[in-house]
């Protein structure tokens, strides 16, 4: 079945610190790739996207994402957290049935 | 530019009662979803439209319930009688263009329900 599978519910990073969000995709056919964001009491927001083309996909605050087909995975990264960071990223697929399946999030929370 | 207003943002219900959850798209916008967001989960698409018309509600339950989008702009959601299983959050999403993979979707802040 397809699906997308964010590894950690909960991840703790140091102000500064290197972000890194895990997902992986199962799928026979590489889907899109998504990454939203949902900061306190907002809606999900787009931070980033995979179509096709270039691999290495750049988001805005600074977060990049790659897809890496042989892993199936679409890890989300940022060099240096700050506060603002702090929220719960989604990772999601579209697998050619124009719907988004989404993981079950990520919540970021940022240690000052 | 107005994003996508739901209401209400809180909702607190005995079970067996009814209850609807509005939303406003960003205008313009002829594609609408509903989403529904379990505790600890990520979003499940219900229903999305395209103008006034209902093209993929495979995962509504529709013995209980129901949605239109009435003129292609406003749309509601229903769920009569409603169980403990409903507790939720409801969100609607509207996007430009045929989305996701050509568009982004704009999404609501969403509607809280707590079915009692």
């Known amino acids: 079945a397809q699906s997308v599978t964010q590894l950690g519910s909960h991840v703790s990073v140091s102000e500064g610190a290197l972000v890194l969000l895990r997902c992986n995709y199962s799928?026979?056919?590489?889907?899109?790739l998504f990454w939203y964001v949902q900061y306190p009491n907002q809606g999900l927001q787009l931070l980033l996207k995979y179509t096709t083309g270039a691999t290495l996909v750049k988001g805005i605050n600074g977060f990049e994402a790659e897809f890496k087909k042989s892993e199936t995975s679409f890890h989300l990264t940022k060099p240096s957290a700050h506060m603002s960071d702090a929220a719960e990223y989604f990772c999601a697929a579209d697998f050619g049935n124009e719907k988004l399946t989404f993981g079950t999030g990520t919540r970021l929370t940022i240690i000052p | 530019e107005a994003g996508v207003v739901q209401s209400p943002r809180y909702k607190i219900i005995e079970k067996k009662q009814p209850v609807a959850f509005w939303c406003n798209p960003i205008s313009g916008h002829n594609t609408l979803y509903w989403y529904r967001q379990n505790l600890g989960q990520g979003p499940e698409l219900l229903i999305r439209?395209?103008?006034?018309?209902?093209?993929?509600d495979s995962q509504l339950p529709k013995d209980r319930f129901s949605a239109e989008r009435l003129k292609g702009v406003d749309s509601t959601l229903k769920i009569q009688p409603a169980e403990l299983g409903d507790s939720a959050v409801y969100l609607c999403a509207s996007s430009l263009v045929r989305a996701p993979n050509t568009g982004e979707l704009f999404f609501g802040e969403g509607s809280r329900l707590t079915v009692l």
């Open positions: 439209y395209e103008n006034e018309e209902a093209v993929d």
């Open positions: 799928s026979s056919v590489p889907p899109y």
